[in-house]
């Protein structure tokens, strides 16, 4: 379904190499907004590493009670991201 060549351009990264081990807890404080305008931001995974560029309308989206983005970090807390964890989320 998804054959266009949009799909590979992503509008998200993960900038820093480290550890890839999620240790926040991915709350509101783990959350930094960059570009007001845009609705951007950083959502940090630990005390090194985040992921940039995310829509904050990707991270505030709800489907039924929960946020789909945001509990996805949290299933993972304690697990390092594999490179298919970090293609996972820069799709959002």
Do not use: C, H
């Amino acid at each position: 379904m998804l054959e266009s060549n949009t799909v590979e351009n992503y509008i998200t990264s993960y900038p820093i190499d480290g550890d890839n081990i999620i240790t926040t807890k991915i709350g509101k404080k783990d959350w930094e907004l960059f570009d007001e305008e845009k609705g951007l931001g950083r959502i940090w995974i630990n005390d090194e590493q985040y992921f940039d560029n995310v829509p904050l309308v990707a991270l505030e989206f709800y489907i039924g009670g929960y946020q789909p983005a945001q509990k996805w970090l949290k299933d993972r807390k304690g697990r390092k991201l594999k490179f298919e964890d970090n293609y996972t989320i820069r799709k959002l």
